[in-house]
């Protein structure tokens, strides 16, 4: 299994501006060359999920399988979005981490302590990164 951080996050270098789709599909290129890995499941996550299914039409050969997990190909955020104002704040930061996601997600294991836990966790990572992503930009467009 090879797991990598975008660039930006975790323990990657940190850049600025914000890189392209196309630049973030070259960087699981890279990695999986310096792995010496040829072919590979792809799992995208939130953002990942567009990144992977660029790198499956791309490179479909070095792709076994794709799974995509709470994402979307395109986001679509309303021009009139203010991220600063803190009723859309609140409404960010409010619901993220407390499992709740999962109510709507998967009812039939929404009772499982440890289901809830994990959607609550999973949840607070995305919220993060999307808050800061957006607040960079990449949710407008």
Avoid: N, Q
Wanted: proline share 6%.
């Amino acid at each position: 299994m090879i797991l990598f951080d975008k660039r930006g996050v975790g323990m990657s270098d940190r850049f600025e501006g914000v890189p392209t789709l196309e630049e973030r599909m070259d960087d699981v290129r890279a990695v999986m060359d310096a792995a010496g890995s040829s072919r590979a499941a792809l799992v995208g996550m939130s953002e990942g999920g567009a990144i992977a299914a660029m790198f499956a039409a791309t490179y479909p050969t070095r792709v076994t399988s794709l799974v995509l997990l709470g994402t979307a190909l395109r986001c679509w955020v309303p021009p009139d979005v203010d991220f600063d104002d803190p009723r859309v704040v609140a409404y960010i930061d409010e619901p993220f981490g407390d499992g709740s996601s999962i109510d709507s997600g998967a009812p039939s294991v929404a009772d499982d302590p440890s289901v809830r836990g994990w959607a609550g966790r999973a949840a607070a990572v995305i919220s993060v990164e999307l808050w800061t992503g957006t607040r960079r930009g990449w949710g407008h467009g």
